[in-house]
C-alpha cells in the first residue's frame, strides 16, 4: 500500500519536470531576476507550452494526491489500483513531454489517461469504504 504515498512523492516531483525547460530557455534568453514573469513573453514556444505543462500539473496532482491518500487510508491494493497510479505517473511524464514537444492529440491522450488514473483510485476507495 505504500505505493501510494511514494506515488504522491513521484507526481510532486513530476510537477517540477516542465519548469527544468522553463528554467533553461530563461537562462538563454538572459533571465530577469526583477521580473521573471514579465519574461513569459520573451520565452521561445517550447518553453510557453513547458510553462503551461509545468501549471497543469499542479491541477492535476491535486486531484491525484486526493486519490491516492483515498486509496491509502481505504486500504484500496488490487491489481487495478497499482495500474491506475503507474498509468497516471507515466501519463503525466508523458503529458509535459507531449506539450513541450506541440503533439496536442498525445498530449490530450495522455492527459485523459492521467485523469482516467485519477478518477479509477477514487472510485476503487468509495467502494472500498462502502464494503
Given at each position: 500500500?505504500?505505493?501510494?504515498?511514494?506515488?504522491i512523492?513521484a507526481?510532486?516531483?513530476?510537477?517540477?519536470l516542465?519548469?527544468?525547460?522553463?528554467?533553461?530557455?530563461?537562462?538563454?534568453?538572459?533571465?530577469?531576476?526583477?521580473?521573471?514573469?514579465?519574461?513569459?513573453?520573451?520565452?521561445?514556444?517550447?518553453?510557453?507550452?513547458?510553462?503551461?505543462a509545468?501549471?497543469?500539473?499542479?491541477?492535476?496532482?491535486m486531484?491525484?494526491?486526493?486519490?491516492?491518500?483515498?486509496?491509502?487510508?481505504?486500504?484500496?491494493?488490487?491489481?487495478?489500483?497499482?495500474?491506475?497510479?503507474?498509468?497516471?505517473?507515466?501519463?503525466?511524464?508523458?503529458?509535459s513531454?507531449f506539450?513541450?514537444?506541440?503533439?496536442?492529440v498525445?498530449r490530450?491522450?495522455?492527459?485523459?489517461i492521467?485523469?482516467?488514473g485519477?478518477a479509477?483510485?477514487?472510485?476503487?476507495?468509495?467502494?472500498?469504504?462502502?464494503?
Amino acid at each position: 500500500m505504500t505505493i501510494f504515498l511514494y506515488s504522491i512523492a513521484a507526481a510532486a516531483a513530476l510537477i517540477y519536470l516542465p519548469f527544468l525547460v522553463v528554467a533553461y530557455a530563461r537562462v538563454r534568453v538572459g533571465y530577469d531576476l526583477s521580473a521573471p514573469r514579465a519574461m513569459f513573453d520573451k520565452l521561445p514556444p517550447y518553453a510557453q507550452r513547458a510553462t503551461w505543462a509545468h501549471q497543469n500539473s499542479y491541477e492535476a496532482f491535486m486531484i491525484f494526491s486526493a486519490a491516492a491518500l483515498m486509496a491509502y487510508v481505504t486500504g484500496v491494493f488490487s491489481p487495478l489500483a497499482v495500474a491506475a497510479t503507474i498509468a497516471f505517473l507515466v501519463a503525466r511524464l508523458l503529458y509535459s513531454i507531449f506539450y513541450i514537444l506541440n503533439i496536442p492529440v498525445l498530449r490530450s491522450l495522455m492527459f485523459g489517461i492521467g485523469s482516467l488514473g485519477s478518477a479509477s483510485l477514487i472510485v476503487l476507495s468509495i467502494i472500498q469504504a462502502n464494503s
